[in-house]
């Protein structure tokens, strides 16, 4: 069988569609297996709920069969629902049918049920926000007050009245308040995990394991504590009520929906458990009273705490949102980031096939050189060797040139790493050599010796360096040759590693001296404005500044601003 | 062999006592000392001799005391271009052949080197029998 789970419909993202089968099956036998599953749960519900019965009586303190059936509704497209709604009739039968009730009450009870499930659904559905995510509070509170409370009241008002036409119950409002109070308690404690599994919602990952397992153990004890070892009533022991209830707060803040519904449907069997042994609060002389107060404890106990995990999960899927946009914000940068430097290497492609054709040109002409020599009488083993030894040297030269490019070109992730902001300064100065040298641009460097390091990603760190002495030149294209001049300062201040890079450039205008620093700004022709605005968002991911001002001589100064590891 | 080539055969007339008996001698300015060196080799090789320069404002110095009958010159250079020495050169009113060389071929240069009084205009890698070639017959148009 190929796994499938029941993922909803209803939520950004991973939870995307509806059940989502992981593979190979089509959409008619994934609508088929949920439906043969529907059907199962929908049948070993009402088993369930018969096990839930209370002694000489036919009141069972929950009633699933309803709860699955809404939760599946609420998880499913709605123009499959009528496909589960009929997949749930012969379960119906043949449970009902095996408790021994004549039909005509077989009838009005499956009535009865899609009733419930239909309205609470397409209440919902209508009135929450779409898609359905059933880790908001608003959600939650729609699903409990028309899903757990209007639906089943009125249905159950049209179901008591028929009771009474059949004769099955001596009047109205005895039916209508058990078959609420079982169907509200049913959809307090099942949908919220049946749909949260549905949706994929992770409820106890692998790390709480243990803290669950210490919570179901508390719960088993309070509940042998409250609701097992004490003698019949409830006189002496009302405080007693009130132990389980931080096991419940437990559960609400730590395991979120599913765990408050569990915790109280494991109280509640305890409390069956107690009752069926003649033990307990609930155990009394008059099992109908026992059972609509056990189901109203359930539920008066579960809806708060319901309400409260909601909010948790809410607050927790928020920041987990926000989590992941911030993710996906910094991944779009990097991705932007790859590509303006892809496109300034573009830019520079001519500078840097002269950068390797250099290298090549030395290469090349040794070796016919060493050729002639060769052929030449007697051979000038010496002048070949030196020959030889160069062509060695300029192949490792030109390695280097394809080794930064390659740097420079990649796109994965780097881990920060401490790096010598001189060293940087250095290999950026090499890539852009022979811009420089077209260009006429001539570079004055004053690195102050012994810097401490700064952390970073080297790549990125280059891109920077790089975008500000290609946009220095690009300032300088107008001016006179003589006047190119790039002086390129480190300094070892009290706030970091001071980098500053002075052109004397057309230099930025007032008033624009932040403005170049914003997407989309540019005083270029084929400019997209993005290079330094990248280069800022590059910085501040360093924890540093980047920032522009007058330069002392005309043109423009940026300063780069790291801090300096310990 | 390069000695069975057409090119060297020119080469060869070029190298000839037609210019009163000694070496041609080359004139090579490129910024780059390895790429400098490596002409150099090649031209002596060649039976070529070859002065280098780094610049060329060095170049242009070194013109009053030495002229070389050809000057290969790289077009980019820190300072002076290649394409600005041959200006210079021109204007002074001096004969020499030149072979501008470069390694970052750009459109529109060509045709700008060849205008200004360049005879050939080679892309980097040089091959040693083109760029021999294109000396030989810089000289040789020089001389006729």
Known sequence: MSRWSLAPALGPGRRKSIWVSSDRLSAFQRTALVAGTVAAAYFLGSLLGLSFQFPGTQISAIWPPNAILLATLLVTPRHRWWIYLLAVLPAHFLAQGLMGIPFPIVLINFAGNVGDALLGALAVVHLAE???????????????????????????????????????????????????????????????PIVMAAARIPFIPPWRRVEATALLAGLLAVGTLVFVLPEVGLQQILALLYVPLPFLLWAAVRFGLPGVSLSVLTLGA????????????????????????????????????????ALVEEHRATEE????????????????????????????????????????????????????????????????????????????????????????????????????????????????????????????????????????????????????ILNACEAMSGVAPRDRQLTLAITHETDGIHLSLGDRGVGIPSGAMDRVFEPFFTTKEHGLGLGLAICRSIVVEHGGRLWASDGEAGGATFHLLLPATA | MWDQSPISSRLQDVQSPRMSGRRLLVAIVDDEEPVRKALRRL??????DAVTFASGDEFLASMSTRRPDCAVLDLHLPGLSGLDVQERIAEAGIHLPTVIITGHDQAG???????????????????????????AEAVGRAGQ
């Open chain 2, 43 to 48: 031209f002596l090789s060649a039976g070529i």
């Open chain 1, 270 to 309: 305890m409390a069956m458990w107690g009752v069926l042994s003649g033990r307990g609060p609930f155990a009394t002389d008059l099992p109908i009273e026992n059972a609509t107060s056990l189901t109203l404890f359930l539920i008066v106990v579960c809806a708060p705490l319901l309400l409260l995990a």
């Open chain 2, 109 to 135: 240069v060509a045709e700008r080197a060849l205008a200004a009084g360049a005879s050939t205009y080679l892309s980097k890698p040089l091959d040693d029998k083109v760029l021999l070639a294109a000396v």
């Open chain 1, 130 to 192: 779409q898609p359905l995510r059933f880790d908001r509070l608003r959600t939650m509170g729609l699903i409990m007050f028309f899903g757990g409370l209007v639906a089943p009241a009125l249905v159950s008002l049209a179901v008591g009245e028929l009771f009474v036409m059949t004769g099955a119950s001596p009047e109205p409002w005895l039916a209508w308040r058990l078959r609420l109070l079982t169907n509200t308690l049913a959809v307090f404690t099942l949908v919220p």
């Open chain 1, 321 to 468: 949102d926000r989590r992941r946009t911030e993710q996906e914000a910094r991944e779009q940068r990097r991705e932007l980031a790859h590509l303006t430097r892809v496109v300034m290497l573009g830019e520079l492609s001519g500078a840097l096939a002269h950068e390797l054709n250099q290298p090549l040109t030395a290469i090349l002409s040794n070796a016919q050189a060493a050729q002639r020599l060769l052929a030449m009488e007697p051979v000038d083993l010496e002048e070949v060797r030196d020959a030889l030894q160069e062509i060695a040297s300029e192949d490792i030269r030109a390695g280097a040139v394809i080794q930064r490019l390659r740097a420079m070109l990649k796109k994965e992730r780097r881990d920060l790493e401490s790096l010598d902001l001189s060293a940087i300064t250095w290999e950026v100065l090499a890539l852009a050599h022979s811009d420089l040298v077209t260009r006429n641009v001539s570079v004055i460097t004053r690195l102050a010796p012994y810097l401490p390091a700064v952390r970073g990603d080297r790549v990125q760190l280059q891109q920077v360096l790089l975008n500000l």
